[in-house]
């Protein structure tokens, strides 16, 4: 499988955009987690959070987009669901987040964009 220079450029950017805006959040006193899992236990549908940053009991739930790039499908279902309380973080990442008795709270995901 091949690749435009393009499309390997755009995933640069956003991978490094991803790790600048993880490191604002922990050069502010955050203790960050990347790729979290958040998960319907209903549908068994999974979205990965991009962070999530936690001060004490305060959370926020991070997700960056670069250069106009869109939420994914599942991110679409799972990101109102987290708002909602329906969405249960899920994984490994998770318990390093939230700890182990996953104490979370619902809210909604901030999303960090670059312009196109």
Known sequence: MTYSLSLIAKYANGEAWDRE??????????????????KDPVSGIKARLDGVAR????????????????????QKIIYPKIASGEAVPAGEKALEAFGRDLKYKQQNVLINATPK
């Open 55 to 74: 001060k004490g009991d305060e959370f926020v739930y991070l997700e960056n987009k670069f250069s106009g790039a869109e939420l994914s499908g599942n």
């Open 21 to 38: 805006v993880l490191k604002m959040w922990k050069d502010e006193g955050w203790k960050v987690t990347d790729q979290v899992y958040f």
